[in-house]
């Protein structure tokens, strides 16, 4: 009877490994999985609740704003959900939402707790709706355990009216002042929604279906509203609206408006310059001007010079540096008489324009240049014979002092304390204080310059003033400019046109920044001064302004776009393995095969899914094994039994029961799950002594979770294990 003995035992072997839990699927934002609730995750954590506000009954084509959260747990960050609908479409998915065929709504990450959608009731005549939702809140372990789900259902039934349904046409967007439909809306225009309301029965408009699209997404916020303000559009944006009409019993069939309509900017003066960039918009003619100087670059002779904008004669000169502005050929009149230098005989001496005779003096200071008075010169000294005193003698003609010295040798003919003139000036030697300087003659202040040539006679610590200011050239520091007389700082640039008197390295301020062109990186940039990276942008404009290589960062995660391969996501920047997928979201960053580790062993699901895979083909293999072996053993059973029977009735109750010499242990090959086989009997052989089997310490040589949360191992030996929540259970 051991023979029976063993084969029961093998036999509830085989029960118990039937009893094993079965494997259950597991995905991250799976779709159509409500009904059985999130069952790839332990719910050990705090417990949550399900909310919704699904509506009791619809109305056959009503839009429904639908919104999914959860009370209760930690609220930890860390959240998704499920929603099965059996009739009507769910539509406009909501931030974090993705819709599988209009019936099913699931996250898209798990950065939410709470998500929103529209759904549109199914059609009249389609009876009750059911609805399945499921909502998880992870503890943001990385792993299925420690989290809490919660599943709910609705049922919503149908409101039914013998009622035809509403129509809603003439579908149009206008603004204030305009009846009719527009492609254009300025940004401070509000848009207005239109539409002709229609029903058979004679219902009234009772609250129609309002949605308002911009860029082709819903926004929520203007829902039901006929107008959007101005406050909520920019510049760029393109807008439509649909409608749903409602009579108070059925919804009607969506109408999108005609138009769509850009938000665009004015432009005043029609020059093709939006007003919000125009410098003149009101002048068609003009939208730059680069040097603010209040006249636009088009008409502007000098539009990069603040202080210069026309030049009428077109010499190259502004009018305003130009001393004559209409007169092509002069600019500069250094000795200010009113002659340009050009046509100045004597462009340094105000008291000097011509040289009739070219005789080295100036017409204003010549003696005679143009006497018609003499006829005659008998004696050809240059005199005529009219006014010659002594009309032989070529050296002599007038004698006017009578001192016996002809006038022309007598330097003061009619003066007869005097009669030399060594320097000609017209001053006697004998009072002369400069006798052989013919332009001088006094020295009022002894400085030793005479008083002609001294434009300070009665200063000794001058003498000239080149440029007539009033300073004279000692104490000027630009005695050639009449503009200019200091210089504080040394810089060359007088104090007048130095912007920065005082500060040597500086002169000009062409933006009115209040720091000079030299130091200034931007110099025609009021908004700028600095580019300490040198990348051309500056550094109150410049994300990055120490680093040349980066200048926008237009996710605000800290890095610039140029090295950003995310530059649009603020949690990512970085994608090792070139996967699409940022390393802060991938759990392999390293590995472009795989993303994502739902369950936190450590295997991604890619690889993850080909284990699985394998071991379902194993399990398969080992199942039909188990059904192989359970029926060779029950039929061994019954064969047993049937030769206990016989060997009975054959020797009659004293005959002994034979010796059972089989192993006591059968072998048996493990599978790679670890099910427990049944071997063939071994063939029975005479028991010989058997030396004590030493015991050997099992080791594991894998483990892994399977999709509904089991752990498994499998042992140096072959077998396996299953944890079964208090300890180790052998299969």
Same mark, same amino acid.
């Given at each position: 009877m051991k023979t029976v003995a063993?084969?029961?035992?093998? *036999?509830?072997v085989a029960v118990m490994i039937a009893s094993v839990p079965s494997i259950d699927g597991k995905m991250n934002g799976i779709h159509n999985q409500a009904g059985q609730g999130c069952t790839c995750h332990y719910s050990t954590g705090t417990s949550i609740t399900a909310n919704h506000d699904f509506p009791t009954s619809y109305n056959a084509g009503q839009v429904y704003n639908i919104n999914i959260t959860h009370t209760g747990g930690t609220q930890a960050f860390v959240g998704g959900f499920n929603v099965v609908v059996d009739k009507g479409t769910i539509q406009n998915a909501g931030t974090g939402v993705k819709i599988q065929g209009g019936t099913s709504a699931t996250h898209t990450g798990s950065g939410q707790?709470?998500?929103?959608? %529209?759904?549109?009731?199914?059609?009249?005549?389609?009876?009750? !709706?059911?609805?399945?939702? *499921?909502?998880?809140?992870?503890?943001?372990?990385?792993g299925n355990s420690g989290d809490s789900w919660d599943s709910a259902s609705a049922s919503i039934t149908e409101n039914v009216a013998q009622n035809a349904a509403p129509v809603a046409s003439n579908v149009f967007i206008s603004i204030s002042g305009q009846s009719g439909a527009v492609t254009e809306a300025y940004y401070d225009q509000a848009l207005n929604g239109n539409y002709d309301f229609a029903d058979a029965d004679g219902d009234s408009d009772a609250g129609s279906e309002i949605r308002w699209r911009k860029n082709g997404g819903v926004v929520f916020a203007h829902n039901n509203n006929m107008a959007v303000p101005s406050s909520a559009t920019s510049i760029g944006e393109t807008w439509t609206m649909s409608v749903t009409p409602n009579d108070g019993y059925d919804y009607g069939s969506v109408v999108t408006s005609t138009n769509t309509v850009e938000i665009v900017d004015y432009d005043a003066d029609n020059d093709g310059y939006g007003d919000q960039s125009d410098a003149f918009p009101n002048d068609p003619n003009e939208h730059a001007d680069s040097d603010s100087d209040g006249v636009g670059d088009n008409a502007d002779a000098f539009p990069n010079d603040p202080a210069e904008t026309l030049d009428s004669d077109n010499d190259g000169t502004g009018d305003n540096n130009d001393a004559f502005p209409n007169d092509p050929s002069e600019d500069t009149d250094s000795d200010t008489d009113g002659v340009g230098d050009n046509a100045d005989a004597f462009p340094n001496d105000a008291t000097e324009t011509m040289d009739s005779d070219s005789d080295g003096t100036g017409d204003n200071s010549d003696w005679a240049p143009n006497d018609a008075s003499e006829s005659a010169d008998s004696d050809d000294d240059g005199v005529g014979n009219n006014a010659d005193a002594f009309p032989y003698d070529a050296s002599e003609t007038l004698d006017s002092d009578n001192d016996n010295v002809g006038d022309n040798a007598d330097a003061f003919p009619n003066d007869p304390t005097e009669t030399m003139d060594s320097d000609s000036d017209g001053t006697g030697d004998n009072g002369d204080a400069f006798p052989n300087d013919p332009t001088e003659t006094v020295d009022s202040d002894s400085d030793g310059t005479g008083d002609n040539s001294d434009e300070f006679p009665n200063d000794a610590t001058e003498q000239t003033d080149n440029d007539s200011d009033g300073v004279g050239n000692n104490a000027d520091a630009f005695p050639d400019d009449s503009a200019e007389q200091a210089d504080n700082d040394s810089d060359g640039v007088g104090n007048n046109a130095d912007v920065?008197?005082? +500060?040597?390295? @500086?002169?000009?301020?062409? #933006?009115?920044?209040?720091?000079?062109?030299?130091?200034? &990186?931007?110099?025609?940039?009021?908004? @700028?001064?600095?580019?300490?990276?040198?990348?051309?942008?500056?550094?109150?404009?410049? *994300?990055?302004?120490?680093?040349?290589? @980066?200048?926008?960062?237009?996710?605000?995660?800290?890095?610039?776009?140029?090295?950003?391969?995310?530059?649009? #996501? !603020?949690?990512?920047?970085? +994608?090792?393995?070139?996967?699409?997928?940022?390393?802060?979201?991938? &759990?392999?960053?390293?590995?472009?095969?795989?993303?994502?580790?739902?369950?936190? %062993?450590g295997v991604g699901d890619n690889e993850q899914a080909e284990i699985e895979a394998q071991i379902a083909a194993d399990e398969d293999a080992a199942a039909a094994q188990q059904r192989t072996l359970i029926g060779g053993g029950i039929g061994l059973l019954v064969i047993a039994g049937a030769a206990v029977a016989f060997l009975r009735r054959r020797g009659g109750a004293d005959v002994p029961e034979p010796k059972d010499f089989t192993s006591p242990m059968l072998e048996i090959e493990p599978s790679p799950m670890a099910a427990a086989v049944i071997p063939s009997p071994a063939v029975a052989q005479p028991m010989a002594a058997v030396a004590p089997v030493q015991a050997v310490e099992l080791t594991v040589e894998n483990q892994w979770t399977d999709e509904q949360g089991h752990t498994w191992r499998l042992m140096s030996d072959g077998s396996n294990l299953w944890w079964n929540g208090s300890d180790w259970q052998k299969v």
């Open positions: 063993r084969l029961l035992c093998v *036999a509830l707790l709470g998500w929103a959608f %529209d759904w549109q009731a199914p059609s009249s005549g389609s009876g009750t !709706v059911s609805v399945d939702i *499921a909502v998880l809140q992870g503890d943001g372990n990385n920065f008197p005082d +500060d040597a390295s @500086e002169t000009l301020d062409s #933006d009115n920044d209040n720091v000079g062109d030299n130091a200034d &990186a931007f110099p025609n940039d009021s908004t @700028e001064t600095m580019d300490s990276d040198n990348d051309s942008v500056g550094d109150n404009t410049d *994300a990055f302004p120490n680093d040349a290589t @980066e200048t926008v960062d237009t996710d605000d995660d800290g890095y610039g776009d140029n090295g950003d391969a995310f530059p649009n #996501d !603020v949690f990512e920047w970085l +994608d090792s393995d070139n996967d699409s997928a940022g390393d802060n979201s991938d &759990a392999f960053p390293n590995d472009a095969n795989e993303t994502l580790d739902s369950d936190g %062993d």
